[in-house]
């Protein structure tokens, strides 16, 4: 099936930090310094609220597959997981290693999400849908620009999954979708948010709508959300709400 060597080459050049949380949360150290500063946030010396994490997790029970520049997030529950998206082409050794690390397989992989259609997220998906018997849900109007063998699901606002809530997050891609733990209040955010040295929104050199990307920030920051795990940059896991609620403070009314 696979190239051997190409597995391997692969799994030593991809950064994988499921066994060491504390790579995630030291990324973090920048994003209290966010991009926007704006005066009417107090001084205080109150501390930044921040998410609790499993071992080897970077958030509640949720571990990342860091890829170098695009993220899987992988959630184990018992003897079922859930996987959001899947990377790029090529990915699944190291999505095969983090689950690994998280003491579960292909096997158990019950649930996939795939935040949005493009190639760095949906990548994965022809070698890995072989590999599980998982029911994969994309946004409904991203479903007809993914391409999969196997059937996929389309869900919306408020459909549940795996305990998670499906949330519409759409201006990167009109089908965008991210997932919300209730239980934790961590966001899954895909592509509708980013850490770049703080948290930012969607990419506009890769927005298809920027309007409601900015729009999908403000309906994010009004969510109570306590981290958030972004397809490109490492998660966010202290002050989280703050940040988001700083950046759509920021966006043009
Ligand atoms: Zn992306």
């Given at each position: 099936?696979g190239?051997?060597?190409l ?9 994988f ?14 994003c ?32 990342q ?10 959630l ?23 689950l690994?690390?998280a ?9 996939i ?32 620009s ?9 869900v ?43 948290l ?43 940040a ?10």
């Amino acid at each position: 099936m696979g190239d051997n060597r190409l597995t391997r080459r692969l799994s030593r050049r991809l950064l994988f930090t499921a066994g060491a949380g504390a790579i995630g949360v030291t990324v973090l150290g920048s994003c209290s310094s966010g991009p926007s500063t704006p005066s009417s946030s107090p001084q205080s010396a109150a501390p930044e609220p921040s998410a609790p994490a499993a071992g080897g997790a970077v958030a509640g029970d949720w571990r990342q597959v860091d890829m170098s520049y695009v993220s899987a997030y992988i959630l184990v529950r018992g003897k079922e997981a859930a996987i959001v998206d899947l990377g790029t082409p090529g990915s699944d050794a190291a999505i095969a290693e983090g689950l690994k690390a998280a003491g579960s397989s292909w096997s158990a992989v019950k649930h996939i999400v795939l935040t949005h259609q493009h190639e760095d997220h949906v990548g994965g998906l022809a070698a890995v849908a072989p590999k599980v018997k998982a029911t994969i849900y994309a946004g409904v109007m991203d479903l007809a620009s993914i391409i999969s063998e196997k059937p996929l699901k389309g869900v919306a606002e408020g459909d549940e999954v795996f305990g998670m809530r499906i949330i519409d997050t759409p201006g990167h891609t009109l089908g965008h979708i991210s997932v919300y733990e209730p239980s934790t209040r961590i966001l899954v955010a895909g592509d509708a948010l980013r850490n770049a040295g703080g948290l930012v929104g969607s990419d506009p050199q890769y927005t298809t709508d920027e309007s409601k990307a900015n729009d999908t920030v403000r309906k994010l920051a009004a969510m109570d959300i306590m981290a958030v795990l972004p397809g490109h940059g490492g998660p966010v896991t202290v002050g989280a709400a703050k940040a988001l609620k700083e950046l759509a403070a920021g966006l043009p009314a």
